[in-house]
C-alpha cells in the first residue's frame, strides 16, 4: 500500500510539474527577448539583427533587444552562448563561421556546433563575388585564370582573414582551377576591399562588394553560388564561367542553446519566417547580394551538418588554423 501511495504521488508532482512547464511555455514571451550578435555593428549579420528584431519585437508584443558582442571572429560570444539559460529569452545570429568554419579552424575552442545549439532557422544563403581591380587584365574567370598560370608569383588575394569564408571560397577556387596566387589576410571584409580597390592586392572573393562593382571601382567576374545574383544579374555564376563542380555560400542563421523547449522553437521559428518573406525585408537585402532563405528547425540542423563536413574538408586542405 505504502509503495502503491509512492508511486502515485510521484505521478502527481510529475504531472503537476508537467503542467506548470506547459503554462509557462504556452505563455512565453512572458518579458523581452535578446538577440545575441556576435560581431561588431554595422556588418550583415548586425544589419539582419536590427531589421528583424523590430518586426519581431511588434509580433510577438514583447521587445526584442539587439546585443553586439564581438570578438575573436564571433566565437567569443558563440562559446558564451552555448552555456545561457535554455529559457527561450536569449538567441543569437549564427552564420557560416561561428557554426561551420570555427569549430575546425580554432585548436581550443569548446563549444560544438551540433551539440550546443538548438538551431531555429536559416535566414540567408549568400552568393560571394570574385572581384578583381579593373586594372587587372581580365574580363572573365577564363583569362583570370590564364594570367595567374602565367604570372604565377605576382598575383595575390586578400581575404577578411585566415579561415574566413572569404579565404575558404577563395582556396576552393584555387584548388579547382590549378592556380596559386598569394593569400593576404586582413582584419575584416572593409580593409580588404579598400587594398584591392587600391590595386595593393590584385582580386578577392567576398559579400560586401556589389556597391563597389556598381561604381565602377572593382570588376565582378562570378558569383560563387548556384544562381545568379538579383544585385548584379548580368555576372555569371563560377560554373557558368568555366569553373565546374564550384558552389560556395555563406549563411546567418538564428540559434537558441540546446534545452530551450521545442515548441517555443517552432513559434520562434514560425514568426521570423514570416517576416524574412516580407515583400520590404526581401528585396532590401536583395540589393545587397543577400538571398532569403527560410523553412523548418529540422531543414536547418540538417543543412548545418553538412556545412560542417563540407567546411572542415576545406579547412583541412587550406591549412587554416587559429589559436
Known sequence: MKTLFSTAAVAVVALSLYASAALAQDGWPAKPITLIVPF?????????????????SEKLGKSVIVENRPGAGGTLATTQFASVTPDGYTMQIGDISTHAISPHVYKKLTYDPIKDFKPVIQITSVSLLLVVNPQIKANSV???????????????????GNGSPQHLAFEYFKKLASINPVHIPYNGSAPAVTDVVAGHVQMMIDGTAVPQVKSGNLRALAVTGTERSKALPDVPTMAEAGVKDYAFSSWHGVFYPAGVPDD??????????????????????????????????????????AENEKMKALVASSGATQE
Open 40 to 56: 561588431a555593428p554595422g556588418g550583415n549579420t548586425d544589419l539582419l539583427a536590427r531589421t528583424i528584431a523590430p518586426k519581431l
Open 142 to 160: 577564363a583569362e583570370l585564370i590564364a594570367l595567374a598560370k602565367a604570372q604565377p608569383d605576382s598575383l595575390s588575394y586578400a581575404s577578411s
Open 264 to 305: 517555443i522553437v517552432n513559434k520562434m521559428n514560425a514568426a521570423i519566417d514570416e517576416i524574412i518573406h516580407q515583400d520590404d525585408v526581401k528585396n532590401k537585402f536583395a540589393e545587397l547580394n543577400i538571398g532569403i532563405a527560410g523553412g523548418s528547425p529540422t531543414k536547418f540542423a540538417q543543412f548545418i551538418a
